[in-house]
Nanobody, 117 residues
């Protein structure tokens, strides 16, 4: 069973930074083949895509985070990162890692990010 483990969430003041990590393990497929995305969800709202990176390294971002967040991957460590700078209170949410390969779709358990004003 593929496992996704997120870390790096926490409480930060507005304007601060956090780096989230997502480690993918126990996969029969090479991690380099995965498309990996970060999503976030506030209570009562739909889960939304924040950023994603393909197996080829192409990236896309939600308009609300462009210029502030950067997604990257280290295939040698089976890890995707989300560097979040200039955080705003509206970035507060549970952040989830999602990994997709060959029609399979996996989610992590989520990590809380809270930005205080």
């Amino acid at each position: 069973q593929v496992q996704l483990v997120e870390s790096g969430g926490g409480l930060v003041q507005a304007g601060g930074s956090l780096r989230l990590s997502c480690v993918v393990s126990q996969s029969l497929f090479s991690f380099s083949l995965y498309r990996v995305g970060w999503y976030r969800q506030d209570p009562g709202k739909q889960r939304e895509l924040v950023a994603a990176i393909t197996s080829g390294g192409s990236t896309n971002y939600a308009d609300s985070v462009k210029g502030r967040f950067t997604i990257s991957r280290d295939n040698g460590k089976n890890t995707v990162y989300l560097q979040m700078n200039s955080l705003k209170p509206e970035d507060t949410a549970v952040y989830y890692c999602n990994a997709q390969v060959a029609g399979w779709n996996y989610w992590g358990q989520g990590t809380q990010v809270t930005v205080s004003s």
